[in-house]
């Protein structure tokens, strides 16, 4: 079943504003991946945390690997109308690479 | 390249129809996945193949069947449709972890079946 409790479920923003998300987990996962799901279009990888405490970024977003190794965090700076989509957490099982991935959190921007 | 393609990309079926939903992918990937989507439940594995000819169960297994008889493809067949099976269906592949780029998956563009 369900492993990843990723929240908020739905975040509806003034563009500019910044964003935040997280995901955690009852278990330790080596292994932590944020996808974005624009609308009618399959979802992307945006950012891949391999080690805990880990901090990355990719242009406005910025996410954290737990010390624990049982949850992350996303964060988007400066919202903009095309960060609109479903932002996904998931954690990779190691065989077969298969992942398991949180609910998704809605994100909507206003212009 | 034209990445992760899935056929139909709509397709609406009565109950105890059956129908096949076809994945290609021209990256080379030894792993391939077929993922369902249901709003609020994320994407859930129904099955997937580590390399051709071979293929094993996800989460949600139950009423699907698959085939990997050639690497570029991966088939996602229901025997006998039910209602509980509309939703969204994607496609995925990835190169193996032996082959060191494990975690990337890139995804299709999905197909919306509806079930009468």
């Known amino acids: 079943g369900q492993q990843l409790n990723q929240s908020p479920q739905s975040m509806f923003i003034q563009e500019g504003e910044d964003v935040s998300m997280n995901c955690t987990s009852s278990?330790?996962?080596?292994?932590w991946l944020w996808y974005k799901q624009d609308p009618g279009e399959g979802p992307v990888l945006l950012i891949a945390?391999?080690?805990?405490?880990e901090l990355t970024s990719n242009g406005r977003l910025t996410a954290q690997f737990g010390i624990t190794r049982k949850d992350s965090f996303l964060n988007i700076s400066a919202s903009i109308p095309s960060d609109v989509g479903i932002y996904f957490c998931?954690?990779?099982?190691?065989?077969?690479?298969?992942?398991?991935f949180g609910a998704g959190t809605i994100l909507r921007v206003k212009s | 390249n034209a990445g992760v393609t899935q056929t139909p990309k709509f397709r609406v079926l009565k109950t105890g129809q059956s129908m096949t939903l076809l994945c290609a992918q021209d990256?080379?990937?030894?792993?391939m996945y077929w993922y369902r989507q249901d709003p609020g439940m994320g994407l859930r594995l129904i099955h997937y193949?580590?390399?051709?000819?071979?293929?094993a169960k996800g989460e949600v297994p139950d009423g699907y069947n698959v085939s990997r008889l050639k690497k570029q493809n991966f088939l996602l067949g229901l025997e006998s449709a039910a209602p509980s099976q509309t939703s969204v269906y994607f496609c995925?592949?990835?190169?193996?972890?032996?082959?060191?780029?494990?975690?990337?998956?890139?995804f299709g563009p999905g197909t919306r079946l509806t079930v009468l």
């Open positions: 995925a592949s990835s190169y193996s972890i032996v082959s060191g780029g494990a975690d990337t998956q890139y």
């Open positions: 278990s330790i996962f080596n292994t």
């Open positions: 945390l391999y080690k805990a405490g």
């Open positions: 998931a954690v990779v099982m190691e065989y077969g690479n298969k992942l398991v």
């Open positions: 990256m080379n990937h030894e792993y």
């Open positions: 193949s580590v390399g051709e000819g071979t293929t």
